[in-house]
């Protein structure tokens, strides 16, 4: 609880740099209006539920990174008790509406436990990092700063980066790299680390920067995405278990909506993108039960997939990879 007392002094003294992406398309998607309650699940630098917000709902807003509450605090000033920022992972949603997390809670107007309704009209998940984190060289998650190899979304999160590089076996380090990266030379870039790592152990970007462009020397003139986009990102989603966390936090967070409700994710890489149009098919199917009858209490319906207009393509080059995809509840 220290902490988020620490949190609550340092209030307000953080900018946000991240751009919101596919905002209109979120908006109108989520139709934010008086009396609605949303949820945000992924906060970030708050752009979207501000959006929510100016448009007259009450939003619930959790972010696991303590530093993304601190950022979005002038909001509680700003609008009161129509939001509540909460700590917590998106893969608890349920769980933070239903009841008591007010340990977590850093500044939420005036909500007592249980006030909340349990099902809500709109949910948000915005994968990922934001720019406020992918451009912070003490986090280690771009290979364009030179930072210590941490990557943790949050303290709480056990093994840095560095621990994964130099502790995993080779053939989990290359599965990491295939699996979460779709990386091609996934295990000749985990004998180089395990190599590396005998001499030295990995302490910095730069120096699995430096193992990447053995891997891939720059001369060869790549002029697609640098390869080390692709491990970065692997090891990012590996350190901070991002696919298990969201193939849990789907099929809740559809659970959550009332009839009409809608939920509505962001991903940034194929493998979410796929991940989530798996799970959105697999709750518009009917469960039925042994002698045929439909057993599922709610009906869903799956919208389609949007992405950014060359407007806000060239406006924020960070919307080229953005996919937004929604789920209705109808029934
Ligand atoms: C792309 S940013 C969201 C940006 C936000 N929509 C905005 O408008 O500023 C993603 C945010 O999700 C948070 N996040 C990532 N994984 C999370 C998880 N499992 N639970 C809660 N928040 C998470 C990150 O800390 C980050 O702040």
Redesign the pocket.
Known sequence: MSGDMDLLQTRGTAE?V????L?TEVMEALEPAAGKLLV????????????LLERGAQVVG????SR?LVRCAPLVEEFGDRVHLVR?????IAEVLAGPVLENEVSCGKRKVGELPPLVDGI???????S??LDDPQRGLSYHFDGPLDMR??SSVKKTAADVLNTVREEELADIFYVYGEEPKSRVLARAIVKQRKERPLETTKDLLAIVEQVYPPKLGLKRAHPAARIFQALRVAV?D?MD??ER?LPDAAWCLKKGGVLAV?S?QPLEERAVKAAFRRLCVDELDEIGRVKTPAKFKMGKKVMASDAELEANPRSRSAILRTLVRVG
């Open positions: 946000t991240h751009v919101p992406v905002f945000d699940g992924t906060l970030g630098g708050g752009g979207h539920t501000r959006g959790l972010d696991w990174d993304a917590a992972a998106y893969d608890t948000l998940l915005d994968l990922g990092f934001s406020d984190q979304l949050d901070n991002e966390t969201l936090a962001i940034f």
